[in-house]
């Protein structure tokens, strides 16, 4: 009996682990409000050079979150100093209120895609700038708090192709 549960557990550490994650990193918003002045950087380097990889941007958001979809620049600085900077527009609920994303109670998680089939052509460190820029309609000025937004991160996983 004893070396049935042994094996079993092996078999689940074995198994739950998700070989193809290279980096996953989150930050914790201020107080569950995201200020369109707060730039959320991470920084990551000793990621292979020939494999493809596939980016993306996780958001975990809670009910207070008051819209449907969600914009976001995204900015990836290369160790040359050259700089890929994005607009990006993410679905969060379905036209019903219904919250997409994944998990149990009131906070879901979103993994949304940012680059897929990347190659990092340079050995360093490479930096990721995230700011959201949300606009209310008819408004020029941004969001100055965005609600409901309690955690931001990226993750980079091995591509399969």
Not at 24 to 49: M, V
Not at 84 to 108: C, H, N, R
Not at 124 to 134: C, D, L, P
């Amino acid at each position: 009996m004893r070396s049935a549960l042994l094996i079993l557990t092996i078999s689940a550490v074995l198994f739950s682990c998700n070989t193809e994650l290279v980096k996953s990193e989150f930050r914790a918003t201020n107080g569950g409000a995201w200020n369109k002045d707060n730039t959320i950087e991470f920084n990551f380097s000793e990621i292979d050079t020939v494999q493809r990889h596939n980016m993306f941007i996780n958001i975990r958001n809670d009910a207070t979150f008051p819209y449907s979809n969600l914009f976001l620049i995204a900015e990836l600085e290369f160790p040359t100093g050259e700089t890929v900077k994005d607009t990006l527009q993410y679905e969060m609920a379905l036209p019903d209120g219904t919250w997409l994303g994944k998990g149990f109670g009131s906070i879901k998680e979103n993994k949304l895609w940012y680059k897929e089939n990347i190659v990092f052509p340079t050995s360093g460190v490479y930096t990721i700038r995230i700011s959201q820029a949300m606009r209310k309609n008819g408004s020029v000025n941004g969001v100055a708090n965005l609600e409901g937004i309690t955690d931001v991160g990226f993750e980079i996983d091995k591509s399969s192709e």
